[in-house]
């Protein structure tokens, strides 16, 4: 499984930004999706994550309310609408693709929030 991310940028604080994970290969082995975010000195965590029928979502909730995960199976692409965005939303985005073994990663793209 390749996952390829896009749409990351510079935006201001109330800002959106729209991210997008392209997904081939093995597509049909890929069990659940997420985004996870790192910002510099930290631990990567956990920001939504999505099953592959869809049917069950979860946010974490420093993003609840503002962040929306969804995907469109007929392009194996999962996107993470991001509204409001805050100066401590700045971290690099990763895309994550739940396989029996080892996930998949993305190589990451950056989210900067300006205050």
């Known amino acids: 499984v390749q996952l390829v991310e896009s749409g990351g940028g510079l935006v201001q604080a109330g800002g959106s930004l729209r991210l997008s994970c392209a997904a081939s290969g093995s597509t049909f082995s890929i069990n659940a999706m997420g985004w996870y975010r790192q910002a510099p000195g930290k631990q990567r965590q956990l920001v939504a994550r999505i099953t592959r029928g869809g049917d069950r979502i979860m946010y974490a909730d420093s993003v609840k309310g503002r962040f929306t995960i969804s995907k469109d199976n007929a392009k194996n692409t999962m996107y993470l609408q991001m509204n409001n965005l805050k100066p401590e939303d700045t971290a690099v985005y990763y895309c994550?693709?739940?396989?029996?073994?080892?996930?998949?990663w993305g190589q990451g793209t950056q989210v900067t929030v300006s205050s």
């Open positions: 994550n693709a739940e396989v029996p073994g080892p996930h998949y």
